[in-house]
């Protein structure tokens, strides 16, 4: 079993700034990417921003230059440093986490979203 815990959503006036944060725990053997995913109001979810162990990242054209992602492997944790937000950012933010399992099985894990709410 592994668990990931989301921190660090909330209420954010437009043009403000918001860091979350993700760790994971568990039965976890290693983890090769983290990464932040969000759902908007009767949208699908989309892919924000990844992180892999080899400290490759990967971001939506959507939030470019505005987010950036860090993974901190020895600690199994990511997070989403977040400028410029903009009131279409509002969603709830998952973090996913894809290794392998101290068994050795895929690992493919969601934390349970924390919401970021962007006023005009």
């Known amino acids: 079993q592994v668990q990931l815990v989301e921190s660090g959503g909330g209420l954010v006036q437009a043009g403000g700034s918001l860091r979350l944060s993700c760790a994971a725990s568990g039965r976890i053997y290693r983890i090769n990417a983290m990464g932040w995913y969000r759902q908007a109001p009767g949208k699908q979810r989309e892919l924000v921003a990844t992180a892999t162990s080899g400290a490759g990242t990967n971001y939506a054209d959507s939030v470019k230059g505005r987010f950036t992602i860090s993974m901190d492997n020895a600690k199994n944790m990511v997070s989403l440093q977040i400028y410029s937000l903009k009131p279409e950012d509002t969603a709830v933010y998952y973090c996913?986490?894809?290794?392998?399992?101290?068994?050795?099985?895929?690992?493919?894990?969601w934390g349970q979203g924390t919401l970021v709410t962007v006023s005009s």
């Open positions: 996913n986490a894809k290794g392998l399992t101290s068994w050795l099985g895929a690992l493919d894990a």
